[in-house]
């Protein structure tokens, strides 16, 4: 009962600063996938994403101290963007540390929300040491894009709106990178839903959390070569525990099967979605037959697109 009132709480902080973002149905998808979809998109999301919802509750509950000497993230593009922009919001200094090969366009958008990017090489390595270096130096708050219960129940919310709309969900459909979404949709879904079970999706090229659930402990990815950029980076201690009691399962999916879902939302709902967003949709497809019938939210966590190298 503690989570179902830290998440209503949390709706009610961030609420001011964040869109509660359109459901899109389509009777041809529906037909296509023999059952009724719900998609929650958050590609209409304050800077184009789910992870302004986590950022603004992060942010916000900082004590006057630590916003006068900011925060501090590292993230490759739409945390960066996020915690920019809820820090701007606030009026406080946010560093971001993002990869010297991060898409451009996501580096333009953070500078225009005021971020202040320190470049580091492609390594999870280089990005903590970085980070580790601006808190020493500055005194900023880090701020985790996944692994930080104030953003993990921000980023609940999302599944929470959807289900306020939709009560009757049985799955909701979400993809899986650092394991923010998901660990807060697997809350939402507990204290929300009725009996509404969680199904991520998943790139065989970063398969790390389907590894970590058969497992029982967290793994590393092998390789990371997914056109699902967001989708990159490993599960974290505090978000882990939450998905090993709250997803039901994780189904991985080819590289092929993401861009024809990415192009199917494109083409049948009308919207622009990242490749990371169509991973969830992707799995949904892979294994359809086993879904007939049912009540299916899915959640489009993001839109933010270098237009210069789409996939199809």
């Given at each position: 009962m503690?989570?179902?009132?830290?998440?209503?709480?949390?709706?009610?902080?961030?609420?001011?600063?964040?869109?509660?973002?359109?459901?899109?149905?389509?009777?041809?998808?529906?037909?296509?996938?023999?059952?009724?979809?719900?998609?929650?998109?958050?590609?209409?999301?304050?800077?184009g994403a789910f992870k302004m919802r986590g950022a603004t509750n992060a942010v916000m509950l900082l004590s006057e101290e630590q916003k006068q000497k900011g925060v501090v993230t590292h993230s490759s593009g739409n945390f960066a963007q996020a915690l920019a922009l809820a820090a701007k919001s606030q009026g406080i200094d946010a560093f971001i540390v993002m990869p010297d090969s991060a898409p451009q366009v996501k580096k333009e958008a953070v500078k225009a929300y005021n971020g202040k990017i320190i470049e580091c090489k492609s390594t999870l390595a280089a990005r903590e040491k970085a980070a580790k270096e601006i808190q020493e130096q500055k005194g900023a708050t880090f701020i985790h894009?996944?692994?930080?219960?104030?953003?993990?129940?921000?980023?609940?919310?999302?599944?929470?709106?959807?289900?306020?709309?939709?009560?009757?969900?049985?799955y909701i459909f979400a993809p899986v990178g650092g394991g923010g979404l998901i660990a807060g949709t697997a809350i939402a879904a507990e204290h929300f839903g009725t009996n509404c079970k969680v199904i991520g999706g998943e790139p065989f090229?970063?398969?790390?959390?389907?590894?970590?659930?058969l497992s029982g402990q967290i793994e590393s990815n092998v390789t990371t070569n997914t056109i699902a950029d967001g989708l990159k980076t490993t599960l974290g201690d505090i978000n882990f525990?939450?998905?090993?009691?709250?997803?039901?399962?994780?189904?991985?999916?080819?590289?092929?099967?993401?861009?024809?879902?990415?192009?199917?939302?494109?083409?049948?709902?009308?919207?622009?979605?990242?490749?990371?967003?169509?991973?969830?949709?992707?799995?949904?497809?892979?294994?359809?037959?086993?879904?007939?019938?049912?009540?299916?939210?899915?959640?489009?966590?993001?839109?933010?697109?270098?237009?210069?190298?789409?996939?199809?």
């Open positions: 503690m989570y179902k009132k830290i998440m209503i709480e949390t709706q009610k902080r961030i609420k001011p600063f964040i869109h509660n973002t359109p459901i899109l149905t389509s009777t041809l998808l529906n037909e296509m996938v023999g059952a009724n979809l719900f998609f929650k998109c958050e590609n209409f999301q304050k800077m894009p996944s692994n930080d219960l104030h953003v993990i129940f921000g980023q609940g919310t999302a599944a929470k709106e959807l289900l306020e709309t939709q009560p009757d969900l049985e090229e970063a398969d790390d959390a389907f590894r970590s659930l525990p939450i998905i090993q009691k709250g997803v039901e399962k994780i189904i991985r999916v080819t590289e092929e099967e993401i861009i024809a879902a990415m192009k199917l939302i494109w083409e049948r709902l009308k919207i622009i979605c990242e490749s990371s967003s169509a991973v969830a949709f992707a799995a949904l497809i892979k294994e359809k037959e086993r879904y007939k019938n049912t009540n299916i939210g899915i959640i489009i966590s993001g839109g933010n697109v270098n237009l210069d190298t789409l996939p199809f």
